[in-house]
């Protein structure tokens, strides 16, 4: 234990309340992760920079 390599399998996606894009992925060792996608990503929502 220590060196493993983690293996990100795909558990599929899902969408929070925000309106983003989550992907759930999780390794054999049972390590889970989720990673967001800013799906408003062509939305004028920030004020002007
Ligand atoms: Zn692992």
Avoid: N
Wanted: aromatic share 4%; net charge negative; with cysteine.
């Amino acid at each position: 234990m220590g060196d493993h390599v983690h293996v990100r399998l795909s558990q599929g996606l899902s969408v929070s309340e925000a309106g983003e894009l989550i992907e759930h992925s999780r390794c054999r060792c049972g390590a889970t992760w989720t990673k967001m996608f800013d799906a408003d990503g062509g939305k004028p929502e920030e004020p002007s920079r």
